[in-house]
């Protein structure tokens, strides 16, 4: 056999590195590149939070609810943006990465303050807003999570006035434990609560419906906010 | 998911292969041509085994004549092989103009009975084939012969080019060819050629004497033959400046019949000599072999994972469709989440899925240059890109089928 015919496994060794050195850059450089999409996630976050801060300061301020100036839609689209990247970032790194884990937290207390502050602005400037809170879980837990969430995402473009808070039951957080306990909610997922009432168990669409046309008029609501937009990953990060 | 993982498995097999091939590359760079130091003119004679070639053989023997090499030293053989249509007659006329063109007819017996009828009508002392469909270039054969200055050489194939295309099917088959001359360079200078393939090959007049006439080896004579030299430890080498030009399968039937029977080939006569896969006596020839097989494996299961992220991606649109209805946002709406990107964030897929893609364009790149090709590539290379890992799996998927199935196929 010549030589140049002849296996080389030092060779072919120092081959191996050299692609296990590319290969596992490859890997490096696209986790360093989410970890930067999760630092301006931070920021968008601390954005939210001043513009929650300030509404809450403006309603102490004037100690009745600016209701002429309140513009709480803008604050929502915020919250439903950083859910979306939430979702983007969890595919790609894992539900259980640590760093997306706190992101995670941090939202779900940004959206008990924005339900806060909602139920305040309802009242206080009567507006025709229903919020629904959504519980949620993994796959193996929540088999029909991910459809519920889906047809919550539908409804939330079709009638804009929804707001959806959505919370994964199993995240260990203590605002959402008191959010839980002040419900009484059992582990039977999917949960919604919608104006304070409590549905266990996975709702189809119509059966959604029925119950938001206790509190509105969806068709007269629906006809006249058609052309809002609809995100489609924004209720389950 | 065994699909993802496979996917990550043949990027890094692809990286790892990409690396040998282009480091064995640079590393002999000076050795791609073979300079000449004295000239020097043996006799050779040049067997054309054709099968209802009526429409080529003109243009192959006409190139066959205009072959810069003196005229008393070439001999062209012309074998029928009992071929329906007028190739002898074609033929014949080039004999009565020409000594140098014999001319025989025979009953249809497959390529290796006419090229075996071929070797029994020469006394020269090189003798290659070429198919009847294919034409060469006129500096062809002096470049083949350079390489026979060296003793140990036994056999040289040249780099064969796709003469013309005319639509995708031939394009993709342009690059297929491309980027083998670049490889096969490769495996010649690593000892480890495992093809001569029909459009010239030339061998020294003793390799046929030592190894016997040819074989129907499953269809693929050309493959088994090369097996039978590295199993002698006779070396081949590449002209890779030596240019043939063959016409490419013209449709997806044809291209498939042919490929199906260059595959199973492969196959059948890798079990036939199973010793060639014996690491430590064939060496990098071993490797190569085992990485073809491996290779095929792999192509199977990435074309699967295609498939079944686009189903599941239809199931999902039709799911989504069940519980909200007809909503038109989200049924155009799509999530390129997949494996490459999701929303701005590059998965590690997309980074070593484009290193891949470089290496191929590097192979295209050097090929190009080093076989003087002007063509304009961009549109063929495209859709080779696009096509060419589902039809792979398709040749190979079909290849294993008839084996287990141990259906035969012809060789038109």
């Known amino acids: 056999m010549s030589e140049k015919k002849k296996f080389n496994w030092k060779r072919h060794f120092l081959i191996f590195l050299i692609t296990l050195i590319i ?17 301006q996630i931070t920021a968008v976050q601390e954005d939210l939070r001043i513009d929650i801060l300030s509404l809450e300061t403006q309603f102490s301020i004037l100690a009745q609810a600016p209701c002429e100036n309140l513009n709480e839609s803008t604050l929502t689209q915020e919250l439903y943006e950083i859910s979306r990247r939430l979702a983007s970032i969890s595919s790609t790194l894992g539900r259980n990465n640590s760093y997306f884990l706190r992101l995670k937290k941090y939202y779900s207390i940004l959206e008990i303050k924005h339900w806060l502050l909602l139920k305040k602005a309802v009242k206080e400037c009567d507006l025709d807003i229903v919020s629904i809170i959504y519980f949620y879980s993994d796959k193996k837990t929540c088999p029909d999570c991910e459809n519920q969430g889906y047809i919550l995402t539908n409804l939330r473009g079709k009638y804009p006035f929804l707001r959806v808070y959505s919370f994964d039951f199993d995240l260990d957080l203590s605002a ?54 609809s995100d489609s990953d924004g209720i389950q990060p | 998911m065994i699909l993802i993982e496979t996917l990550y498995i043949a990027i890094f097999l692809g990286l790892y292969f990409s690396i040998f091939v282009l480091s064995t590359f640079f590393e002999n760079r000076k050795e791609i041509y073979k300079g000449l130091k004295k000239e020097n003119f043996p006799s050779v004679c040049l067997i054309v085994p054709c099968y209802n070639e ?16 003196p005229r008393e030293k070439l001999e062209i053989i012309v074998v029928d092989d009992g071929s329906k249509d007028d190739t002898f007659l074609k033929a014949k006329a080039f004999e009565k103009r020409t000594k140098q063109v014999r001319v025989f007819r025979k009953e249809n017996g497959g390529k290796y009975t006419a090229l075996n009828y071929g070797l029994l009508k020469t006394k020269a002392q090189f003798i290659g084939s070429l198919d009847g469909d294919s034409y060469l270039d006129s500096k062809a054969l002096k470049k083949v012969m350079k390489y026979f200055e060296d003793k140990k050489i036994m056999a040289v194939i040249s780099t064969i080019k796709i003469s013309e295309v005319k639509n995708i099917i031939e394009g993709i088959q342009y690059i297929e060819f491309l980027i083998a001359a670049f490889l096969r360079k490769v495996f010649s200078i ?92 064939h060496g990098n020839l071993s490797f190569l072999l085992y990485y073809s097989v491996i290779a095929s494996f792999i192509s199977i299961v990435l074309v699967g994972y295609i498939f079944w992220k686009i189903g599941f991606f239809f199931l999902e649109k039709i799911n989504n469709f069940l519980l909200v209805g007809l909503d038109y946002f989200n049924l155009f709406s799509f999530q390129p989440d997949w494996i490459l990107f999701n929303l701005g964030l590059i998965r590690p897929t997309l980074i070593l899925g484009f290193l891949s893609l470089v290496a191929i364009l590097t192979y295209i790149f050097l090929s190009k240059k080093l076989t003087f090709d002007k063509k304009s590539i961009t549109k063929n290379t495209v859709f080779y890109l696009l096509l060419y890992v589902f039809l792979n799996a398709i040749w190979w998927i079909s290849a294993f089928f008839f084996i287990l199935v141990r259906k035969d196929i012809s060789w038109q």
Not at chain 1, 24 to 31: E, K, R, V
Not at chain 2, 54 to 69: A, E, V
Request: proline fraction near 3%.
């Open chain 1, 23 to 39: 290969f596992s850059s490859g890997f490096f450089l696209s986790n360093f590149l989410a970890e930067k999409r999760m630092l």
């Open chain 1, 176 to 229: 959402i434990q008191a959010l839980k306990s002040i419900y009484f909610l059992e582990k039977n997922l999917p949960i919604i609560i919608i104006n304070d009432e409590v549905y266990y168990s996975f709702k189809a669409k119509k059966e959604l419906e029925e119950i938001l046309s206790q509190y509105v008029e969806l068709e007269s609501l629906e006809e006249a906010t058609s052309t809002e937009e």
């Open chain 2, 54 to 69: 009526g429409k080529n053989i003109k243009r192959t023997l006409d190139s066959l004549l205009n072959l810069d090499y």
């Open chain 2, 190 to 281: 690593l000892d480890s050629l495992n093809v001569t393939p029909g459009p010239l090959s030339v061998f020294r007049r003793e390799v046929y004497k030592i190894l016997g006439p040819y074989r129907k080896a499953h269809q693929t004579e050309d493959l088994e033959f090369a097996f039978r030299l590295q199993k002698a430890n006779f070396k081949i080498a590449h002209a890779i400046d030596s240019l043939v030009y063959t016409k490419a399968c013209p449709t997806f039937k044809s291209l498939f019949h042919q490929r199906l029977r260059w595959r199973r080939g492969l196959l059948l006569n890798l079990k036939d000599y199973l010793e060639l896969l014996n690491i430590k006596k």
